[in-house]
Nanobody, 115 residues
């Protein structure tokens, strides 16, 4: 079992920045890749960014050039640096881990971008 806890959400003005963190505990050796998803109110959950083996990253088109995903050397904490935030980025952001432990989700952290 893997447990994920996010932090760093909050309220920010358009054009501002936030940094989300997600710490994994439990059977972390079974994690292969980590990712951030988001779910705007009333909409489906969508992939924001993913970091996998070899630290290969993938970004959704709507965040390319603005968001950066990374993780620490132990590969137990991942980060999402969000710059140039827009009101459309308002959503609950979820941490996700996948691997031999299956798929695991955090509880989510709210990000609100005001105009």
């Amino acid at each position: 079992q893997v447990q994920l806890v996010e932090s760093g959400g909050g309220l920010v003005q358009a054009g501002g920045s936030l940094r989300l963190s997600c710490t994994a505990t439990g059977d972390v050796s079974r994690i292969d890749a980590m990712a951030w998803y988001r779910q705007p109110l009333g909409k489906q959950r969508e992939l924001v960014a993913r970091i996998g083996n070899g630290e290969i990253t993938h970004y959704a088109d709507f965040v390319k050039g603005r968001f950066t995903i990374s993780r620490d050397n132990a590969k137990t904490t991942q980060f999402l640096q969000m710059n140039s935030l827009k009101p459309d980025d308002t959503a609950v952001y979820y941490c996700h881990a996948e691997g031999r432990s299956g798929h695991n989700w955090g509880q989510g952290t709210q990000v609100t971008v005001s105009t």
